[in-house]
């Protein structure tokens, strides 16, 4: 089986999420992802973000554009092999799931 070349450059995709966190602000308190196959066994990345729960109730369309823009600034998926997943959550759905995915 072939694996995209996102498998093998963790750390490239680890620092571009620091760079992303670090200009998008106090709006966005983590970015966690992970690299898998889709619905329709495509390689994937999916993207867990946690916002604020001021940025969730109140500015969640501009910051997730702003988000998902650096992201694809940052990264070239086409080139890592994957296609994209963006999800969100905020601190408050966070602190009631408590997924340790997102954590």
Same mark, same amino acid.
């Given at each position: 089986? *072939?694996?995209?070349?996102?498998? @093998?450059? $963790?750390?490239? %995709?680890?620092?571009? %999420?620091? +760079?992303?966190? $670090?200009?998008?602000?106090?709006? =966005?308190? +983590? %970015?966690?992802?992970?690299?898998? $196959? #889709?619905?329709?066994? $495509?390689?994937?990345?999916?993207? +867990? %973000?946690?916002? @604020? #729960?001021?940025? !969730?109730?109140n500015r969640l369309r501009?910051?997730? @554009?702003r988000v998902i823009g650096? =992201?694809?600034?940052? *990264?070239?998926?086409?080139? *890592?092999?994957?296609?994209?997943?963006?999800?969100?959550?905020?601190?408050?759905?966070? !602190?009631?799931?408590?997924?340790?995915?997102? !954590?």
């Amino acid at each position: 089986m *072939l694996v995209p070349a996102a498998v @093998t450059r $963790q750390a490239e %995709i680890e620092s571009a %999420i620091a +760079r992303v966190q $670090q200009s998008v602000g106090s709006d =966005l308190v +983590r %970015i966690r992802y992970e690299v898998g $196959q #889709d619905w329709s066994d $495509q390689w994937s990345i999916f993207f +867990r %973000i946690v916002l @604020t #729960d001021d940025a !969730a109730r109140n500015r969640l369309r501009e910051v997730a @554009t702003r988000v998902i823009g650096r =992201l694809a600034e940052e *990264l070239d998926f086409p080139a *890592l092999g994957v296609f994209p997943y963006h999800n969100f959550r905020s601190v408050s759905e966070q !602190a009631m799931l408590r997924e340790p995915a997102w !954590a």
